[in-house]
Each structure stands twice: as C-alpha cells, then as structure tokens.
C-alpha cells in the first residue's frame, strides 16, 4: 500500500516533469521576413519576426540585419514586441540614399535589445512606436 502511493507520486512528478520540459524554451520560430536593396544595389537588409514560445517564458522579436559584398549578414537591430499577429507591414525598411537606413516599426516596442547605430559607414536609424508612412 505505502509503496503503491510512492510509485503513484513518482508516476506524477515524472508526467509532469515531461509535461514542463515540453513547454521550455524552443528554438526560434521565424514567421515572416522582408528585404530592402539599398538605391545602389551594394547592400541588402532584412527584417525578419521570430517567436520563442515557452512556459512563462515565450517573447516574440524582430531583428534587421544588413549584408554586403563586404560583410556578411550581419545584425543591427534587435528588439522584442508585444504581439505576435503583426505581419511584414509592420516593419518599413527605407534607404534615405546609399548611407541611410531608416527602420520604423509601428507598435510600441517593449526592449531594445541592441541597436548599432553604423556599420561599415551605413547609419541605421530605428524609430519605435511611430507612423509606418514612408515618403
């Protein structure tokens, strides 16, 4: 008897156990990205939305990253959001001219993880929680 209400409490902890380790951290899951060639065509960047999901701990984030023929991909931008159901047009990537990246998103941002603000002469500016209109 006393050794049937162990093994049932083991039983349990270990259920839940696997229950728990299920819901961890997972790897990121990209759900949408977007490109912008700058006006000469020498650099790229990208936008891409990812979500971590977790048991208390899942965050959904966005990161820009820009690339040319004389670096590799490399990321500028992080930060991570409220909400996971916005698409591509929440992100804009707009090049001011060859030098000048401006990277508006439209909700409100909860952290800015990192930002470089220049890379290779190539000024990246981020502006949070603003108008996605772009002229």
Not at 30 to 43: A, E, L, M, Y
């Amino acid at each position: 008897m006393y050794g049937t209400k162990i093994l049932t409490k083991l039983g349990v902890g270990f259920l839940l156990g696997i229950a728990l380790y299920g819901c961890g951290p997972e790897k990121p899951i990209r759900t949408w990205s977007k490109t912008s060639q700058s006006p000469n065509g020498n650099v790229i960047a990208r936008a891409r939305l990812g979500a971590v999901g977790g048991f208390g701990t899942a965050f959904d984030w966005i990161n820009v990253a820009v690339m040319s023929n004389r670096f590799p991909w490399t990321t500028v931008i992080s930060f991570s959001i409220d909400r996971l159901t916005v698409g591509p047009d929440s992100v804009k990537l707009k090049w001011i001219n060859n030098s000048h990246l401006d990277v508006r998103y439209c909700y409100k941002v909860k952290k800015v993880l990192f930002h470089i603000k220049n890379i290779d002469n190539i000024m990246i500016v981020l502006h949070r929680g603003s108008s996605c209109i772009l002229r």
